[in-house]
């Protein structure tokens, strides 16, 4: 008999559980596919945004979208396009219900089990499919499927040691590149966060632009110190690679940003006669601040053995 078992709402950048259906069955086999929902919580931000893994007699299928996973195990013989519009009705519903900040901000597992009255009721219209809303447009479904077909997760990969990292673009036509060393996720972005990142585009762009003159001042006067244009164009690139550190995880990214920040000082220092006090004082002051918000945006950690 073909028929939903079991589905679960995952976080994407930790593989925190935040909703599950609560009627697993106790068979072995049941059991073995547990084990394998963890796995696979623990690699969503390194796979696809739609994928089915294959195990004897069930599959599970997987949908990501805004850093959250839903997922569902069901029978083999289960329709691949039914299982994919059960997953996106979750998605629809769980999307209205929570809002992002709510989902990003969650420390509890399982913080949101009360939407499993959503998903049994869902789950139960899906293992009767006489029931189905006529408004469902399967048709749509099925043409998005065959574009973008779900990729295929072995059970060997899923059980390898580096993961899913010796994965090439070319087996997965559909979702995107998938990275052969995925950089590590920083923590989400905060809103002093963005501040300084605008701030810095400023300072770089306003360093820019003091280059320029520089360099039409020079040219018209031949007694210009050509030193001013290198200052400025160097404190337009400290502005820019602040910008590139806070967004992107590098190694030795705190003291990339500490010599960052020197070089802005020295920048700055040089171009004294150039400048007031106050845009002295702007421009240190900006890159005091990115440099602070590089450190405080870490690189997310492991995420613990939840019970998924």
């Known amino acids: 008999m073909s028929m939903i078992l079991s589905a679960s709402v995952v976080r994407v ?16 086999g049941m059991q073995e596919c547990r084990k394998y929902f963890k796995m696979l919580s623990k690699k969503l931000s390194q796979l696809p945004d739609r994928c089915t893994l294959k195990t004897g007699h069930y599959n599970i299928n997987f949908i990501s979208s805004l850093g959250v996973s839903y997922m569902m195990l069901c029978t083999e013989n289960y329709p691949s396009v039914l299982a994919f519009c059960f997953l996106d009705e979750l998605q629809k519903e769980f999307i209205t219900t929570y809002n992002m900040m709510k989902t990003n901000t969650a420390v509890r597992p399982y913080c949101f089990i009360e939407f499993d009255n959503f998903i049994q009721r869902t789950k139960q219209r899906y293992n009767n499919t006489r029931s189905l809303s006529t408004k469902m447009n399967l048709a749509d479904m099925q043409t998005e499927i065959k574009l973008r077909p779900p990729y295929q997760i072995s059970v060997s990969e899923l059980g390898s040691a580096n993961g899913f990292s010796h994965l090439s673009t070319a087996e997965y036509k559909g979702t995107g590149k998938i990275s052969a060393a995925p ?47 290198i200052a400025f164009f160097l404190g337009t690139a400290a502005c820019l690679y602040q910008c590139y550190l806070f967004v992107y995880y590098t190694g030795w990214r705190n003291a990339k940003s500490f010599l960052t920040f020197g070089l802005i000082c020295l920048c700055n220092m040089y171009l004294y006669e150039l400048r007031n006090l ?24 492991k995420s613990p053995d939840y019970n998924v």
Do not use: K
């Not at 950048?13 to 072995?28: C, F, V």
């Open 13 to 28: 950048r930790d593989g925190l559980p935040l909703s599950a259906s609560t009627d697993y069955e106790q068979s072995t």
């Open 183 to 229: 950089h590590q996720r920083l923590e989400p972005v905060t809103l002093p966060g963005i501040v300084s990142f605008v701030l810095s585009l400023l300072c770089g762009a306003l360093n820019l632009i003091r280059g320029f003159h520089a360099i039409e001042s020079l040219l018209q006067n031949e007694g210009e110190d050509f030193s001013y244009v």
């Open 278 to 301: 106050w845009q002295l004082f702007f421009h240190v002051t900006v890159g005091a601040f990115s440099t602070l918000q590089i450190r405080l945006r870490q690189p997310q950690g």
